[in-house]
Each structure stands twice: as structure tokens, then as C-alpha cells.
């Protein structure tokens, strides 16, 4: 009997690393989702003098995209994001994460600029308050300043279609 305690206990991690391979390593639960977005005050990129806080989009339907130049999936999102804002279906504001002031400029520059608003997250702590694992991050916060989606990764054109706009064009309704 004592023999079968290490057997199950094997089986048993072994049912835990089957279950957790199958698990989408970008679905990274959130629990801020169905919460109040957390507070910040944070310098605006193209502005110093005046700051960024979630309060300021209160009534909107909004999606907050945590980026930096240095990102390189954050190359592959962009695109999607230009686009999107121009749609006009909901403001963009940018977190700007542990960057380079220049840097970040300069790459708006280059890249077009999606952004209503850009806060500057230069030491990252703000990322940590909203859960950020790794750049891009984006989140859909609704009217009422409660964080509805966290998707991490690049915002792709499929994401954008079948994810962010259906729920964005949901809380508008709302």
C-alpha cells in the first residue's frame, strides 16, 4: 500500500501538467476583470506638465494599451491600432511602459500615433497595479471605469474583429 502513495502522487501531477498544457498561455486570467480600473496620476508622453488618470475617461468606453518602443510585438500591433482609432469606435490611451521618453516620441513619430492620451510608466509600478506580465497588454475599461477584458499579446486584425470591437460596440450600448 505504501508503494501506491508515490504512483498516485505521480498520476496526479501528471493529470495537473496535462490540464495546464492545454490551457492558451495567452489567456492570462486577470482579477480586475468585473473591478474598478486602478487609480493612477502619471506625466502625459508628449506633455510633462500635465498628467493622465483613468478618472478623465469616466463615460467612455475606452481601451488602454500598455506599450513601449522597445516591444517588439508591440511592431506587430500598431498597424491595428492606427486603424483602429481612426474607426473612431472608442479613445486609445497609451501606458507607456519602462521606456525612454525620446525613445517613445520618436517611435510615435515613425509609427503614427494611436493614442488619444499617453501616460508615462517609467519605473513600471502602475503596469504592476494592473497585472502587467510583459508588453503588449491592452484593456477594455467601460463608462463606468470598471476593466472588462485584459488580452494579452498583440492586438491582431482577428482579435480586433472577434474580441475587442464586438465587446467595445456591447458597452456602448450599454
Known sequence: MKRMVPLAAFVLLLGFLAAGLRLNPREVPSPFIGKPAPGFSLPRLDDNAQAVAPADMLGKVWLLNVWASWCEACRIEHPVL???????????????????????????????NPYLLSAVDA????????????????????????IRLKHTGPVTPEVLATILLPLVEELRRD
Open 82 to 112: 492606427v486603424d483602429f482609432a481612426r474607426s473612431g469606435a472608442a479613445p486609445v490611451v497609451g501606458l507607456n511602459y519602462k521606456d525612454q521618453r525620446e525613445d517613445a516620441l520618436a517611435w510615435l513619430r515613425r509609427h503614427g
Open 123 to 146: 519605473d513600471g509600478r502602475t503596469g504592476i497595479d494592473y497585472g502587467v506580465v510583459g508588453v503588449p497588454e491592452t484593456f477594455v475599461i467601460d463608462r463606468r471605469g470598471v
